[in-house]
């Protein structure tokens, strides 16, 4: 599917035409420049919470320009619904098992073959600013200011191209503004550019910023109507440790952190979550303190238990998860602003995602991990400058950016590279070979929140998961009459065709992308 140059010289066509002044002689006319790419990523953006795709939380004006005047793909999922391992995959066109980097306790081998390398290569000036989350230092990148490890939401430390150095100010506000100083003053204007433009936010513990801090106070969020899930037939679902009702942190998680030291939680999660109070400035504190104190006060007198503290909790992880969100659709308003305002949007891709999806209360959950659809699914926009508007119902994954972006360069797309340029979908043409099922694998157990390792394969219709290392369980999910995953059909009379049909989609797809598993 590569049409390489070809591709991009009918894309940019009436610009290079509307950039020629008409008295200027034909044999001084100088060819178009590629397209820049501008990749907008967040931490654990659920697709629930983009309006683009759901309304019933909240509304993201600005993410949802990048959809009205562009497109919006239906069908998006990640490889590997895990933060570092998922960036891995953007950044090499690979699953796990061949980029090296399948869990967040692994390296990530920075002198690998990366999209910006070859971009780079090709004429484009990189730049990498803000999450990174893949251990090693950016490789590839003409530019690169990250923040360390997780970051920080208040007064965060970054390391500007190996110069550590702590930023007073909110992590989204402060991301948004390094990225329009690279934009409008370090960067060559002469050249091309790729800008990977990383959010923290809306990453565990959703902090707001002051100034969001009583935004939906007065919003009663609805109770998805599986969150007391009881994961019948599915012991995997059962054994994990992501539950809102059992495992989400009083202290860390929810700010109960009271001057009087009187609430107490996990130990390890409350002195954290103690001391990211502690890194905030007075005013800081005093804003966080004027909205958090009485809220700790009226927690205490309470004192909830059971189905009254678990709705609690869901509704206090919502207020906080929609405020940060909010933040990052008005930053995000920023960059498109700046576009604008500088005539960057016709020669720009643009492109809005997170690193894999997330449970808002869904089986009970928060976080990610598994491969039921609230994870796997990842939101995706583009604004391709003449290129389709509207829906993409296609079957698409991360692994599929970069072939795109090498593409949209007129850079050869290696060999070795698994994933599939989306360019000829946004282009608006629907190839007859694309892609009919999506591979899947996670690997990090035993870890946090003890998700299991499991791999597995999704068509169309159906959704077929094995987990594996300290258990043997299947699971099958049919998901148009089941969409909510519900109930495991792996056994059950009348789905032995499908079960059939899948399990060889499933080993197909193994042997293409040469992850050989004998389980």
Known sequence: MNHQRESLYLLTGIAALAGTSCSQPAGEQTAQKPLNILYIMTDDHSFQTLSAYDGRYIQTPNIDRIARDGVRFTNSFVANSISG??????????HSHKNGFIDNEHTFDGSQQTFPKLLRQAGYQTAMIGKWHLTSDPTGFDYWNILIGQGDYYNPTFIDNGEKRQIEG????ITTDLALDWLSNKRDKEKPFCLLLH???????????????????????????????????????????????KDMDIVYDLKMADKENEIHSNPNLEEYGRHIYSNMKPDQKAAWDAYYDPIIADFKAKKCTGKELAEWKFQRY??????????????????????????????????????????MGEHGWFDKRFMYEESFRTPLLMRLPGGKRGDIPQLVQNIDYAPTFLELAGVTVPSDIQGESLLPLL????????????????????????VKKHYGVRDDRYKLIHFYDDIDQWELYDLQADPKEMHNCYGQPGYEEATQ????????????YDDPIDK
Not at 170 to 173: I, K, L, S, V
Not at 432 to 448: I, S, V
């Open 85 to 94: 391992p998922s960036r891995a995959c953007m950044l090499t066109g690979k």
């Open 170 to 173: 909110y992590a989204t506000n």
């Open 199 to 245: 959010h923290k936010a809306p990453h565990r513990t959703w902090m707001p910023d002051t100034c969001d801090l009583r935004l939906y106070d007065d919003v009663t969020f609805p109770l998805p109507d599986n969150f007391y899930d009881d994961y019948a037939g599915r012991t995997a679902a059962a054994e994990q440790e992501m539950s809102i009702i």
């Open 318 to 359: 919502m207020h906080d998860y929609c405020r940060v969100i909010h933040s990052v659709d008005r930053n995000i308003g920023r960059v498109l602003d700046y576009l604008e305002e500088q005539g960057l949007m016709e020669n720009t891709l643009i492109v809005y995602t997170s690193d894999q999806g997330f449970y």
């Open 427 to 450: 282009k608006g043409e629907e190839p007859k070979d694309w892609r009919d099922a999506l591979y899947y694998h996670y690997y990090e157990y035993p870890a946090e929140h003890a």
């Open 501 to 512: 049909r899948m399990m060889a989609k499933l080993k197909e797809l193994q042997r293409q």
